[in-house]
Nanobody, 119 residues
Framework: QVRLVESGGGLVQAGGSLRLSCTAA????????MGWFRQAPGKEREVVGL????????NYADSVKGRFTISRVDAKNVLYLQMNSLKPEDTAVYYC????????????WGQGTQVTVSS
């Protein structure tokens, strides 16, 4: 069973930066897709960006392209989300998720970390 723990959230002013971390345990092999998601109050959870663990290929939601970057350190099983040029609308609880590459849905989730961007 994959266990995920996020850290790095906090309060930042608009235009600032934060880096979130997600430490994964229980990964067996490397055939995983991992991702960052967020959920703002009153809204559904949405994908921020995804990364394939083996190749490191990424894709992002249009709302964060050019501002957010996902990366991972394979040897440490750590996933990062570097967030730059933050906007108030980026305020949300951010979650790390994982699934086997061939699975349709993400089945492993962290507990989430709050990111608040003040204007």
């Amino acid at each position: 069973q994959v266990r995920l723990v996020e850290s790095g959230g906090g309060l930042v002013q608009a235009g600032g930066s934060l880096r979130l971390s997600c430490t994964a345990a229980g990964l067996t092999g490397s055939s995983y897709t991992m991702g960052w998601f967020r959920q703002a109050p009153g809204k559904e959870r949405e994908v921020v960006g995804l990364i394939t663990w083996t190749l490191g290929s990424t894709n992002y939601a249009d709302s964060v392209k050019g501002r957010f970057t996902i990366s991972r350190v394979d040897a440490k099983n750590v996933l990062y989300l570097q967030m730059n040029s933050l906007k108030p609308e980026d305020t949300a609880v951010y979650y790390c998720g994982a699934k086997r590459t061939w699975e349709a849905n993400f089945g492993s989730w962290g507990q989430g970390t709050q990111v608040t961007v003040s204007s």
